[in-house]
T-cell receptor, first 114, second 113 residues
Framework: AQSVTQLDSHVSVSEGTPVLLRCNYS??????LFWYVQHPNKGLQLLLK??????LVKGINGFEAEFKKSETSFHLTKPSAHMSDAAEYFC????????????FGAGTILRVKS | KAGVTQTPRYLIKTRGQQVTLSCSPI?????VSWYQQTPGQGLQFLFE???????NKGNFPGRFSGRQFSNSRSEMNVSTLELGDSALYLC????????????FGDGTRLSIL
């Protein structure tokens, strides 16, 4: 079975400071991992994906994530937060053996203070 | 390239009615998946279609069904609506199988009165 735990339901940072959103996963197979962002009343936008290539993955809008198998973690980071980053972020796992089914974490709401 | 298009964006129904939601995938994408998003349960997988065949199904009652047409467009149907079916229903498309990244539409907001 697969599962995802996002360790913080809310994160608040000041504009210009680093962002860290934490995610741990559990999977019986080699997983693919994704981070998606959702702005209010919108669908989900793919930020980045890990599919067993490089462990440090760079995504859009300056975000990146590092896959650490020993820690079963896939934390999302950004060096400098921007007001437009305020949104809800989802860590997601999928396993080829289960087709395209995505298993979502509960989400982390990021607040950016000016 | 047009993204995933879901219609309608908003829908209000009453208990006991049925509803059909539509999803047009990105051109060339053959896999369509549906998800339900609620404040209490978060994002949950409903089902996935590929080449007009249901490949995978989540843990939802039989009132939830879907289909995919030869042009890859998909519909989702919910019969005998219940208050708990109020949710944002999201459709996602991908090129095919094998952990391809999925691209989401903006969803249909279904409210049950």
């Amino acid at each position: 079975a697969q599962s995802v735990t996002q360790l913080d339901s809310h994160v608040s940072v000041s504009e210009g400071t680093p962002v860290l959103l934490r995610c741990n996963y559990s999977s019986s197979y080699s997983p693919s991992l994704f981070w998606y962002v959702q702005h209010p009343n919108k669908g989900l936008q793919l930020l980045l994906k890990y599919t067993s290539a490089a462990t440090l993955v760079k995504g859009i809008n300056g975000f990146e994530a590092e896959f650490k198998k020993s820690e079963t973690s896939f934390h999302l980071t950004k060096p400098s937060a921007h007001m437009s980053d305020a949104a809800e972020y989802f860590c997601v796992v999928s396993v080829m053996e289960y087709g395209n089914k995505l298993v979502f974490g509960a989400g982390t709401i990021l607040r950016v203070k000016s | 390239k047009a993204g995933v298009t879901q219609t309608p964006r908003y829908l209000i129904k009453t208990r006991g009615q049925q509803v059909t939601l539509s999803c047009s995938p990105i051109s060339g994408h053959r896999s369509v998946s549906w998800y339900q998003q609620t404040p209490g349960q978060g994002l949950q997988f409903l089902f996935e279609y590929f080449s007009e065949t249901q490949r995978n199904k989540g843990n939802f009652p039989g009132r939830f069904s879907g289909r995919q047409f030869s042009n890859s467009r998909s519909e989702m149907n919910v019969s005998t609506l219940e208050l708990g079916d109020s949710a944002l229903y999201l459709c996602a498309s991908s090129l095919g199988v094998g952990n391809q990244p999925q691209h989401f539409g903006d969803g249909t907001r279904l409210s049950i009165l």
